[in-house]
């Protein structure tokens, strides 16, 4: 930027940590809106604001002032490096989060005859579903996502292998020749590794990979402030190398409907520009985040939290509260195994409790959502008693954190459920606040047998981690 440009734009000498800076930008309705935005990090060369403003892609800033600023000073020449780098928008009525979905999500065919059936039904769900929002014109929605991961996107950080990726692509020229039959020992297989394959799985899976690595490279550059990928197959259970497969997680081989770890893959095709990238994984779907976990057991750079039904597939030996992180990387897996039954008061109080303090602990730059919606009440696949009222209210809580983030959809097998839980996450993300859920809730906080439940486990984990230490 030159001296005059700086000049015309700057109205003190620093811009640190703290700042409080008045921006005006063009808006269609009202000329110039003055929106007050506080500077919550600053680093590199980015600066990370509130969400105060709607953010959209290369847009111009006519003006900005600081109002109030802290003792310790930036160079101002550093300060306007930083605020150039960054993507802050014109004002806009669109929201400024990031939707995507996919055609060929509707035929990914990733496990039994029942969940694909689900599947694609979902699908169809969520696309009506968004179609009917009173806000519809507001999203910026990606109907239908075509890019395919390559290998290359596929293998790095070591998240996949290319034995994994080959027995994939060997699944695929078997589907396409066999045709709409099945084999015994296709069957057999499906049974053990609760997974299926077709024609089109890996291309679905390749897409919601291709999916989250542009979401998540969008939402971290500022051009949106956080994004949802809603594509099939799920996952989460998936381990691409299996080196770092434990505790059953199969090798070499699709795992519970899962067949590539989507965000395994963005987080390391995100670090090939930043490598020092912290991030959190909150998985809330019914069942352990097994994939996240082993792939970054040994990993101090990501945190891998998940809150799920205990003693549920794939066993008692997958997502236990023991489970603290590798040596190298002791902390960073949070297990919250929480008893069948729950209810949205419980999964509240463990939240609040145990789950926010740590992320806050961690301190992200980017935070990944498994958002798994298998934990409805009535769902075929689990015994929990969640109302669609909760998701949206942990997004909302999330959303507090002011952290960047990106959700994946998981699973979820009540198409209709799902679709209306999903639908509370996206208002959440419009900005509606936590307490607007909480208010539709029917809490009960005097559920002393799930507590003491929740506080064993995280008592049992505090116990391992003075153990390793």
């Not at 809330?284 to 996240?292: A, E, K, L, Q």
């Not at 208010?439 to 981690?465: P, T």
Request: aromatic residues 8%; hydrophobic residues 40%; proline residues 4%.
């Amino acid at each position: 930027m030159s001296d005059e440009a700086a000049a015309g734009r700057v109205k003190a000498e620093s811009l640190t940590m703290g700042c409080k800076v008045r921006v005006m930008v063009p808006s269609k309705h009202a000329g110039m809106l003055g929106c007050v935005l506080e500077i919550t990090d600053v680093g590199g060369a980015r600066i990370q604001f509130d969400k105060g403003i709607q953010w959209i892609p290369r847009a111009k800033w006519d003006h900005f002032e600081v109002v109030e600023s802290p003792a310790d000073e930036v160079e101002v020449d550093e300060a306007i490096e930083m605020l150039g780098a960054l993507h802050i928008g014109r004002y806009s009525d669109q929201y400024n989060f990031n939707l995507v979905t996919s055609d060929i999500s509707k035929v990914a065919e990733p496990g039994d005859d029942g969940t694909n059936a689900r599947y694609s039904e979902l699908m169809h769900e969520v696309d009506k579903m968004i179609h009917v929002r009173p806000d519809f014109s507001r999203l910026n929605w990606e109907v239908n996502a075509t890019r395919i991961a390559t290998d290359e996107e596929l293998l790095l950080g070591g998240v996949h292998t290319k034995a994994f990726i080959r027995a994939m692509g060997q699944r695929t020229s078997e589907a396409k020749s066999r045709g709409p039959k099945k084999s015994k020992h296709y069957l057999k297989l499906l049974d053990e590794i609760s997974a299926g394959w077709s024609r089109d799985t890996e291309t679905a899976a390749r897409t919601g990979v291709a999916s989250l690595i542009d979401c998540a490279k969008q939402v971290f550059s500022g051009a949106y402030a956080h994004g949802f990928v809603l594509a099939r197959p799920p996952s989460h259970h998936a381990v691409g190398n299996e080196e770092l497969a434990r505790n059953g997680s199969q090798k070499n081989m699709p795992f519970g409907f899962c067949h590539l770890n989507s965000i395994a893959s963005a987080i390391a095709n995100l670090r090939e520009e930043h490598p020092k990238l912290r991030v959190c994984i909150f998985d809330f779907d019914v069942h352990p985040g097994n994939g996240n976990e082993d792939t970054f057991w040994n990993d101090a750079s990501v945190l891998t939290v998940s809150i799920h039904q205990y003693r549920i597939w794939p066993g008692l030996h997958v997502g236990r509260a023991e489970y603290v992180g590798g040596q190298n990387a002791l902390g960073s897996v949070l297990n919250v195994p929480i008893l069948e039954g729950a209810d949205d008061a419980d999964y509240v109080s463990a939240v609040i409790k145990y789950i926010i303090p740590e992320i806050k602990k961690f301190r992200p730059d980017l935070l990944f959502v498994a958002a798994g919606f298998d934990a409805l009440k009535g769902d075929p696949y689990g015994d929990q008693q969640l109302t669609k009222a909760w998701y949206g209210w942990c997004i909302a809580e999330l959303m507090r954190l002011s952290i960047p983030m990106v959700l994946n959809l998981e699973g979820g097998y009540d198409p209709r459920a799902v679709a209306c839980g999903i639908d509370e996450c996206i208002t959440a993300l419009t900005g509606v606040a936590p307490e607007a859920f909480l208010n539709r809730m029917a809490l009960d906080f005097e559920r002393d047998a799930y507590e003491a439940h929740c506080r064993r486990m995280f008592d049992a984990r505090c116990e391992c981690l003075r153990a390793a230490r």
